[in-house]
Every structure is written in C-alpha cells, then in structure tokens.
C-alpha cells in the first residue's frame, strides 16, 4: 500500500523592526531588493507552492517588535518541516550590505495542514 506525501501547510509572518526605519532614505532600497531576492528564491525552493502573499503596510503603519501585527505574510505549501525551517533560515542569510536581512526583519512559521471539511 503506498503513502501518500502530503504537503505541510505553511504561514510565514514577517515583520518589520525599528532598525528598518531607522535606515537613511537612500538605504531602504537595499532591503526591499534584498526581501524581493528572498521572495524569488522561496518561490523557486524545490517542493514549495507559494499560494499567496499578503502586504498589511498600508493599514498597520511603524514595527512589529512583538510580532503581531505582521506587516507581511507568506501562505506556501512546502514539502517538509526541514524546508520551513530553511525558508525561515533566509533571514539569517540574506545578505544587506554588511548585515544580515533579520537585523530589519523577523520571520514565524505557523505548520499546519489545509482546513478540509466533511461534506
């Protein structure tokens, strides 16, 4: 009997922190192209559908220190717990002029499934 391999659910809650605003004008861009890097390259993560992104900026204006609100989501099906892990694992990678990506940002993964009700 064969087992079929589920996908694992996956909402990425990301946060912007006070070092992003205290940035000079001029250096805003290089975190924004560095979050779009990270965005490309979660999209091309072997396994993973991303399925949406939501942008909450517009209505929740300054930090998320303590994580909600976010201020962005990422709603993927990945194929493992080991790739959220290294999807989360970006922000300390993701390099921004000498500084890592999670000095301006913080990232949660809620794990789950798909919510499927009986008929």
Do not use: H
């Not at 659910?9 to 940035?23: E, S, T, W």
């Not at 091309?44 to 976010?70: A, F, K, Q, R, Y």
């Not at 694992?89 to 949660?108: A, D, P």
Request: aromatic share 10%; hydrophobic share 40%; proline share 6%.
């Amino acid at each position: 009997m064969a087992t079929e391999n589920k996908k694992i659910r996956a909402l990425f809650c990301c946060a912007v922190l006070q070092n992003f605003f205290d940035l000079p004008g001029d250096k805003i861009p290089d975190v924004l192209k560095a979050t779009g890097q990270l965005l490309r390259t979660i999209r091309e993560m072997p396994g993973v559908d991303v399925l949406g992104t939501m942008d909450d900026d517009e209505t929740m204006v300054g930090t998320s220190p303590n994580g909600w609100p976010w201020t962005f989501y990422i709603l993927a099906d990945v194929p493992d717990r080991q790739t959220a892990v290294d999807i989360c694992g970006l922000f300390r990678t993701s390099e921004v002029g000498e500084y890592r990506l999670w000095k301006y940002m913080r990232i949660e993964a809620r794990l789950g499934r798909e919510l499927v009700m009986p008929e």
